[in-house]
């Protein structure tokens, strides 16, 4: 989130304690703290300055993680993530794997300086949003367990266990 967006959160309506309080934290905001910011008001775009004061209050509670701009690098970070050996990667369709991730945590992606990143929020709950997803994605999950499946009958048949 760049500075010229403080000055639509300091036009947000709010007492003139708030505002002083949110000009002075905005000043020493961090590269990190401004990407999660902006991650946290596009999810869920403050209405006054008490709730931007909660939010940059709850900044700790979101992780942020690079190089994460689209589903594939989504499913592959997610591999990476669980430790699956490189080897095995191959077998699965990792934008499929991305989009089923998504179901699975809340995160948005945020560009800053040709770069994206991932922020993810720490423990999130389950939201409308959520299981809307997660209903969407249901072919995907069983696509995957079929292919599992698939792919632990052929190792049966190989080496016959």
Partial sequence: ?????????????G?????QWLSD?????????????SAAMA???????TETVNCLLSL?????????GNYAAL???FLFDRCVPQD??????????????????????????????VVFRRGGGVTKQSVSLLKKRV???????????SLLQALKLRFDF
Avoid: W
């Fill in 139 to 149: 072919q995907v999950l069983v696509f995957l367990a079929l292919n599992f499946l």
């Fill in 25 to 37: 934290h905005l000043e020493t905001l961090s590269v990190r703290e401004r990407i999660v910011l």
């Fill in 43 to 49: 999810r869920e775009p403050p209405k006054d300055m």
């Fill in 15 to 19: 007492t003139a304690e708030e505002k």
């Fill in 88 to 117: 095995q990667q191959a077998c699965f369709d990792l934008t499929a794997l991305g989009y089923a991730y998504e179901c699975q945590r809340q995160f948005e992606i945020v560009r800053k300086r040709r770069r994206n990143f």
């Fill in 60 to 68: 700790d509670e979101y992780e942020v993680r690079g190089h994460v």
């Fill in 75 to 77: 499913g592959e970070f």
């Fill in 1 to 13: 989130m760049e500075r010229g967006h403080d000055e639509m959160i300091l036009h947000l309506p």
